[in-house]
């Protein structure tokens, strides 16, 4: 499993943490707060591999990732270090239900999978990029705060949101935003996860490391994979997969739990 992990992020440049987060909870029975953590480790090196064999291309503009990195990776530490363990464990209650920490992180995430999907079945129109365009710094600050905070709650890289707003807000070609992505991905997710390091989190290290190593594996598997395979065709796929797993996951724990 963490194979294809690695994978879908090789195939796609995306969606690592859509498939490792569900199956740290369900299949190896880690707790929520602890999977988003070992998710953030796991996606943040395993995007780092994939970025630098980007940059290796000349596909990454560091100029883009400074300036909608170091708001994301400040947001993401924030929310790693001081939100997320000052969440009550339990939120509310009533007689036939309970609102838990547990619950909430992972309803969150099944409503960003869906939303992930929903980019993945769509084709996206990339937007006409003009040279002589001036970048909304305002606006690309304000959305890496944004992204930062969900990916820090949810434990996701956010790829599938860091895309699209390098595409529209910063002006970037598709390959390049891509690239660009990836090294964005991987500070923002490896910074947070120095958020849990510090805290109480007790870290399988021996079982994180192993993951990872697996995912790494994957990446250049699913590389492979892209190169004879459409892309739009695995995005759709991948994104109907994605879609029915969030409304699993909303129905297991609000309705099943």
């Known amino acids: 499993m963490a194979v294809f992990v690695g994978i879908?992020?090789?195939?796609?440049?995306?969606?690592?943490?859509?498939?490792?987060?569900?199956?740290l909870v369900y299949v190896m029975s880690i707790e929520p707060t602890?999977?988003?953590a070992y998710s953030l480790f796991i996606i943040g090196t395993t995007s780092l591999v994939g970025g630098i064999h980007k940059a290796k291309q000349k596909l990454v503009d560091y100029k883009k990732v400074v300036l909608f990195g170091i708001p994301a990776v400040i947001s993401v530490f924030i929310t790693r270090k001081v939100l997320v363990p000052r969440i009550p464990d339990v939120i509310f209650s009533t007689e036939h239900f309970t609102l838990s920490k547990s619950i909430l992180i992972m309803v969150v995430f099944a409503i960003v999978m869906?939303?992930?999907?929903?980019?993945?079945?769509?084709?996206?129109?990339?937007?006409?990029?003009?040279e002589n365009e001036k970048l909304n710094y305002y606006k690309i600050t304000l959305l890496g705060i944004l992204i930062g905070l969900l990916s820090g709650f949810v434990g996701a890289g956010g790829g599938f949101l860091i895309v699209p707003t390098l595409l529209l807000f910063a002006k970037t070609p598709m390959k390049m935003a891509v690239g660009t992505s990836l090294f964005i991905v991987s500070s923002q997710s490896l910074i947070g996860f120095t958020g849990d390091i510090t805290g109480n989190q007790i870290i399988n290290w021996e079982l994180l490391l192993f993951f990872t190593l697996a995912s790494i594996f994957?990446?250049?598997?699913?590389?492979?994979?892209?190169?004879?395979?459409?892309?739009?065709?695995l995005k759709t796929g991948f994104g109907w997969f994605v879609l029915t797993m969030g409304i699993y996951i909303i129905l297991r724990e609000i309705l099943w739990s």
């Open 218 to 233: 994957g990446i250049f598997i699913g590389n492979f994979i892209s190169k004879k395979v459409k892309e739009e065709k």
């Open 34 to 36: 602890l999977a988003t």
């Open 114 to 130: 869906i939303i992930a999907s929903v980019r993945m079945i769509k084709p996206f129109k990339e937007k006409v990029v003009f």
């Open 8 to 23: 879908t992020l090789g195939m796609l440049g995306s969606g690592g943490s859509i498939l490792s987060v569900p199956i």
